[in-house]
């Protein structure tokens, strides 16, 4: 039976990747604040919201009563997840990210990425590679 299932996995995918989920206390201004910073489409909703490229990809945003945001780097309440994307210049993306409502962490372990606070307190980091 296992060589069975190992053939099926090799000739197909068992899953799709359509979408990011992050929680949040207030979905629009999440996908507004990924939506600006990736020039993405939006699309929000009561509780729902998401930030959607041309080609398909998209992160979804879910509000969430009593959300506590992640600490980082410690793990008194762990991240969960986090996004990191690719910029050209770092002091250029830095500048732009804040404008939309970004806080640069104080933590900052890398030469080559930033470490910052979405509005809601998820960790991203903005990567030269």
């Not at 053939?7 to 999440?30: E, Q, S």
């Not at 969430?64 to 969960?80: A, C, I, L, M």
Request: aromatic content about 6%.
């Amino acid at each position: 039976m296992p060589t069975a299932v190992v053939a099926i996995v090799a000739g197909m995918a068992i899953a799709r990747l359509p979408l990011i989920v992050v929680d949040c206390p207030d979905p629009g201004a999440l996908a507004r604040f990924y939506g600006a910073m990736l020039d993405w489409k939006i699309d929000v909703s009561a509780d729902r919201a998401s930030a959607c490229a041309e080609d398909g990809q998209c992160i979804s945003f879910h509000r969430v009563d009593g959300y506590r945001p992640p600490v980082w780097p410690t793990q008194e309440r762990p991240q969960q997840m986090h996004l990191d994307v690719i910029v050209d210049d770092l002091d250029v993306a830095e500048s732009a990210v804040i404008d939309l409502g970004a806080t640069r962490h104080p933590d900052q372990p890398g030469t080559s990425y930033r470490v910052f606070l979405d509005p809601a307190g998820h960790p991203f980091c903005l990567c030269l590679n």
